[in-house]
């Protein structure tokens, strides 16, 4: 039945006042509303950067048979055109999302293609790197002027090519800048997270923001590659730690990046460091302390701890210290066990006692959260850690078998558990 009919029907038979009936329809529209709103907001924005692109298209047909002086006519006209579209937006759909996020997407790629269009009708010198850094620095006011997430999200694509383009394959040491570029927008990421923490642009910000500094953090890489280790376990960390913040953790699950990445990133690290090549190349590679503690990767290492360490520290003042998550410990671990690798591969034995004991909580909250997702997630991890050894040549095929053997009984006897258990209190 519908909804009208069901208001009418409760109203009939006096299960709900008029006015119940009146707020029940009001809340309705604007869920409606706001659907609705969504959807115009991303067609808009599509609409925009297809009809973009569809001009140069057409005007890339063509481009051979019109002379210089129409060639560059062409390439402002749609720079001018997204100007104007902005500015109405500004002046009379101020309040519109839709009008501001489509016109400020066509103006940021109407100001690519008009510096692209004029370089290469003048002829032009530069590079690839210098034309992104020039885009993005000419199309960063359109985040503060429009308000515009798409021109935020845009850009935090573009600044992250940037660094890509001059440090992993140009080789150069200038991805500092990235940072700086980076931080310009935490201001519009903090607005969203205070207005809109429920919006689909605060969930792709979430995303991106973490994925674009775990693509960057590597560019810091120098003289000591070895430390970048440890730095990628403490952003890992930190992270994990910032997706268990009450704000993230009303999230769902696949929207809290944070937690995600977090997670994934360290026990996949904690496999590799599983196995002894990992730390007969650690003691191999000598780290002496005086050029270490100058590399950039010590001052990454450091400052990314500090504000793990920072981060739990302030969670230690409003929780019990049993609320603590045993990953959210493991960054804090690993510096202990790395410099102890850096004399003996005993370190990996106790990244593998490590790793097993993280499964085992895992299991261990889940039956007690009675949460077959964190429960699988667990016995995943236990999974991968004997698959792992699976692969080291001192262990015979029966004891490799066995572990298999046990891993698939343990899968099978918690899930089996678990359902039951839920039956029961249902």
Same mark, same amino acid.
């Given at each position: 039945?519908?909804?009208?009919?069901?208001? !009418?029907?409760?109203?009939?038979?006096?299960?709900? /006042?008029?006015?119940?009936?009146?707020?029940?329809?009001?809340?309705?529209?604007?869920?409606?509303?706001?659907?609705?709103?969504?959807?115009?907001?991303?067609?808009?924005?599509?609409?925009?950067?297809?009809?973009?692109?569809?001009?140069?298209?057409?005007?890339?047909?063509? *481009?051979?048979?019109?002379?210089?002086?129409?060639?560059?006519?062409?390439?402002?006209?749609?720079?001018?055109?997204?100007?104007?579209?902005?500015?109405?937006?500004?002046?009379?759909?101020?309040?519109?999302?839709?009008?501001?996020?489509?016109?400020?997407?066509?103006?940021?790629?109407?100001?690519?293609?008009?510096?692209?269009?004029?370089?290469?009708?003048?002829?032009?010198?530069?590079?690839?790197?210098?034309?992104?850094?020039? *885009?993005?620095?000419?199309?960063?006011?359109?985040?503060?002027?429009?308000?515009?997430?798409?021109? !935020?999200?845009?850009?935090?694509?573009?600044?992250?090519?940037?660094?890509?383009?001059?440090?992993?394959?140009?080789?150069?040491?200038?991805?500092?800048?990235?940072?700086?570029?980076?931080?310009?927008?935490?201001?519009?990421?903090?607005?969203?997270?205070?207005?809109?923490?429920?919006?689909?642009?605060?969930?792709?910000?979430?995303?991106?923001?973490?994925?674009?500094?775990?693509?960057?953090?590597?560019?810091?890489?120098?003289?000591?590659? /070895?430390?970048?280790?440890?730095?990628?376990?403490?952003?890992?960390?930190?992270?994990?730690?910032?997706?268990?913040?009450?704000?993230?953790?009303?999230?769902?699950?696949?929207?809290?990046?944070?937690?995600?990445?977090?997670?994934?990133?360290?026990?996949?690290?904690?496999?590799?460091?599983?196995?002894? *090549?990992?730390?007969?190349?650690?003691?191999?590679?000598?780290?002496?302390?005086?050029?270490?503690?100058?590399?950039?990767?010590?001052?990454?290492?450091?400052?990314?701890?500090?504000?793990?360490?920072?981060?739990?520290?302030?969670?230690?003042?409003?929780?019990?210290?049993?609320?603590?998550?045993?990953?959210?410990?493991?960054?804090?671990?690993?510096?202990?066990?790395?410099?102890?690798?850096?004399?003996?591969?005993?370190?990996?034995?106790?990244?593998?006692?490590?790793?097993?004991?993280?499964?085992?909580?895992?299991?261990?909250?889940?039956?007690?959260?009675?949460?077959?997702?964190?429960?699988?997630?667990?016995?995943?991890?236990?999974?991968?850690?004997?698959?792992?050894?699976?692969?080291?040549?001192?262990?015979?095929?029966?004891?490799?078998?066995?572990?298999?053997? !046990?891993?698939?009984?343990?899968?099978?006897?918690?899930?089996? *558990?678990?359902?039951?258990?839920?039956?029961?209190?249902?």
């Amino acid at each position: 039945m519908s909804l009208t009919k069901d208001i !009418s029907e409760l109203l009939n038979a006096k299960i709900i /006042t008029q006015d119940t009936a009146d707020n029940i329809r009001a809340y309705y529209k604007s869920k409606g509303g706001n659907s609705t709103n969504r959807l115009f907001i991303v067609f808009g924005v599509l609409g925009a950067i297809l009809v973009g692109l569809g001009i140069i298209l057409i005007i890339a047909h063509n *481009w051979d048979e019109l002379s210089r002086i129409t060639k560059t006519i062409f390439a402002f006209v749609p720079l001018v055109t997204g100007q104007l579209f902005c500015g109405y937006a500004l002046l009379k759909k101020k309040d519109s999302t839709a009008w501001r996020e489509s016109s400020a997407s066509f103006l940021f790629f109407a100001v690519g293609a008009c510096i692209s269009l004029v370089s290469q009708i003048y002829n032009i010198p530069g590079d690839l790197s210098s034309f992104i850094i020039t *885009w993005m620095l000419l199309c960063f006011p359109l985040i503060y002027l429009m308000r515009s997430s798409m021109a !935020s999200l845009l850009y935090l694509i573009g600044i992250t090519f940037y660094a890509t383009e001059i440090s992993y394959w140009s080789y150069s040491s200038e991805s500092f800048t990235f940072w700086l570029l980076l931080i310009t927008i935490l201001p519009h990421y903090y607005s969203l997270y205070k207005n809109k923490p429920k919006s689909n642009f605060m969930i792709f910000h979430n995303w991106m923001i973490p994925v674009s500094v775990l693509i960057i953090l590597g560019t810091l890489a120098d003289h000591a590659e /070895t430390i970048m280790f440890i730095a990628y376990m403490n952003l890992f960390g930190l992270l994990y730690i910032i997706g268990n913040l009450e704000f993230f953790k009303q999230q769902k699950t696949r929207n809290n990046a944070y937690k995600i990445l977090g997670s994934l990133g360290t026990i996949i690290l904690l496999l590799i460091m599983s196995f002894d *090549w990992f730390w007969e190349e650690i003691i191999r590679d000598e780290l002496y302390f005086k050029e270490l503690i100058r590399s950039s990767e010590f001052f990454a290492s450091a400052i990314i701890a500090l504000l793990s360490f920072g981060i739990l520290f302030f969670k230690l003042k409003k929780r019990s210290v049993n609320e603590i998550k045993p990953l959210e410990l493991v960054f804090a671990l690993y510096i202990i066990i790395f410099i102890i690798g850096t004399y003996s591969t005993f370190s990996m034995i106790l990244i593998n006692i490590l790793v097993f004991a993280i499964g085992i909580l895992t299991i261990k909250s889940g039956a007690k959260q009675n949460h077959l997702g964190i429960l699988n997630f667990g016995l995943l991890i236990i999974t991968a850690l004997v698959i792992c050894r699976f692969f080291d040549e001192d262990l015979s095929f029966v004891i490799r078998g066995i572990l298999f053997v !046990s891993v698939g009984v343990g899968f099978f006897a918690t899930n089996y *558990w678990l359902i039951k258990k839920r039956k029961v209190n249902e």
